[in-house]
Structure formats: C-alpha cells, structure tokens
C-alpha cells in the first residue's frame, strides 16, 4: 500500500535559517505529492504540489521537487520567518480517486 | 477565504452523548467528502468517504455504528459520534475535492473540530 515517511520534529530554528523538511514515499505507479500546513488550532493548507516525476511545486518562498528515483518530495525555504511556525505534512494521493495518505507531520517553530 | 466549513469548532460534552459534526462545501458542490481523525502530534488517519447519494466508504478498523455519516446534499455531509467516551476525544477534520472525488483536484479542508468527552 502507499505510505510517508516524514522526518521526525520538532525542528526548531532561528528567524531567516534555512529549512529542509524530508519526505519519503512508497506508492505504486504514478502519485501526486502535495505538502500541506497546519497552523495552531485550525485545519489543514494545501501549500504547495507536483503530479509528476521532476516537477516543482512552490508557494510563499517554499519549493518541494518531486524526485522519483529517490521517491522524495523534500520541503525547502531559504528564509524561514516565524510565522512559518506550524505543523507541515506531506502527503501523496495515488491508485486513482481522491484519498489522501498523509505522514505524520513535522512540528516546525521559528524563533526570533 | 474558507471554501470548506466545518461546525462546531469546539466541543466538550458528558460520556454518553452523541455529537453531529457538520461539513460544507461553501462555493462548489462536493459529491464526496473525507473524514479525518488526527491524535495529538499524529498523522490524519482517513476515517470514511462520505459520497452524496449512497452509503459512506468506511476505512478498515472504523466503526461504522459509532461514527455514522449522512451525505445529506451535495454540500453538506455530517458525521455523528455515538455514544460518545472519552477515547473518542480527538481533532476531527474534514475535507472535499472540487469536482468529486475523481477530479484530480486538491482536497479543501475544513478548520477542524476539537471534541472533548468528559
């Protein structure tokens, strides 16, 4: 079946570090990648995606590659501010439809 | 703006009672919708497919007596708790693709429901 595997957090780091989320998957044939943000008390972000192997999806600053011969999809932001503080999940929608299979989310804070 | 809501946000009741959570697609009409249950510092883990017009699609290990969904409109699906105890205490979040569940679009979610069984 498909998974994610997220690395582990909290990541905490300074304002305007640089950030890298890892992101693994395991899908049969083609999937979808998405990375979505959850802010404290609320639901869930789409942030940004790629359907397919070398695209790259970016939004706010944040840029993922979807990387087939790896299976990654790593997050990365040059420039994090503390309003990125949030939980980041990776996700991959494959098989046909719409179901989601997420990772266990990453924790990020930033700091000033 | 939201183009999924979901009510109440917040909610804290004695073990016992049953809770109905409402999801709406706000500008587009939702043939199916998703129910997530998220644990504190977890991943979502996909509780049910609700479809408009026929029975919800029940992921494996969830009881589908104890957490009943009615797809009640294209833009309206709910999801009651029964009985609820205080195990069923959770973040419960719901989404909905543009287009149905086929269209190959992003899934909009909900801002979640906290529910608290005392």
């Known amino acids: 079946g498909n998974s994610v595997t997220q690395m582990e957090g909290p990541v905490t780091l300074s304002e305007e570090a640089f950030l890298t989320i890892n992101c693994t998957y395991t899908a049969t044939g083609y999937p979808s990648l998405f990375w979505y943000v959850q802010y404290p008390g609320e639901g869930l972000q789409l942030l940004l995606k790629?359907?397919?192997?070398?695209d790259k999806g970016s939004n706010k600053g944040f840029e993922a590659t979807y990387r087939k011969e790896t299976t990654s999809f790593h997050l990365e932001k040059g420039s994090v501010q503390v309003s990125d503080s949030a939980v980041y999940f990776c996700a991959l929608r494959g098989g046909g439809g719409n179901k989601l299979t997420f990772g266990t989310g990453t924790q990020l804070k930033v700091e000033l | 703006g939201a183009v999924v809501s979901q009510h109440p946000s917040w909610v804290i009741c004695k073990s016992g009672t049953s809770v109905k959570i409402e999801c709406r697609s706000l500008?587009?009409?939702?043939?199916?919708m998703f129910w997530y249950r998220q644990f504190p510092k977890q991943s979502l883990m996909l509780m049910a497919t609700s479809n408009e017009g026929s029975k919800a699609t029940y992921e494996q290990g969830v009881e589908k007596d104890k957490f009943l969904i009615n797809h009640a409109s294209l833009t309206l699906s709910t999801l009651t708790v029964t009985s609820a105890h205080p195990e069923d205490s959770s973040f419960y979040i719901c989404s909905a693709p543009r287009g149905g569940d086929l269209s190959n679009q992003p899934q909009h979610f909900g801002d979640g429901t906290r529910l608290s069984i005392l």
């Open positions: 790629a359907t397919k192997a070398d």
């Open positions: 500008d587009f009409q939702a043939t199916t």
